[in-house]
């Protein structure tokens, strides 16, 4: 079955730090790149930060040095460490994933074929 299942949102105060998880079926995790995803009100869904084809990662400029993208193959999971967040970080974050094939990074969310439910963070100023 193919699934990604977020959690770990909530509500933080600005400067705050949030951790969320993804848990993907082994399909797709083994199968394809992931990475996270946000959108905020009235914003277009954008890319926060994903695993290139070789295991390095890339980080939207305005999460970097901020934010950490990290898994834990042996549980078929991916994370994001966040911190020092902003009242502009506010967003549903998505974990979401792509086919292995000859891109070697995008934070295009138009390369992305699955997509879990989301999870709401809120940071208040």
């Known amino acids: 079955q193919v699934q990604l299942v977020e959690s770990g949102g909530g509500s933080v105060p600005s400067g705050g730090s949030l951790s969320l998880s993804c848990a993907a079926s082994?399909?797709?995790?083994?199968?394809?790149?992931m990475g996270w995803f946000r959108q905020a009100p009235g914003k277009e869904l954008e890319g926060v930060a994903v695993?290139?084809?070789?295991?390095?990662?890339r980080y939207a400029d305005s999460v970097k040095g901020r934010v950490t993208i990290s898994r834990d193959n042996s549980k078929n999971t991916l994370y994001l460490r966040m911190n020092s967040l902003k009242s502009e970080d506010t967003a549903i974050y998505y974990c979401?994933?792509?086919?292995?094939?000859?891109?070697?990074?995008?934070?295009?969310?138009?390369?992305?074929?699955?997509w879990g439910q989301g999870t709401q963070v809120t940071v208040s100023s």
């Open positions: 979401a994933a792509r086919s292995r094939g000859v891109i070697h990074s995008t934070l295009s969310p138009a390369r992305y074929t699955y």
């Open positions: 082994g399909y797709l995790y083994s199968k394809h790149y």
């Open positions: 695993f290139n084809s070789d295991g390095s990662t």
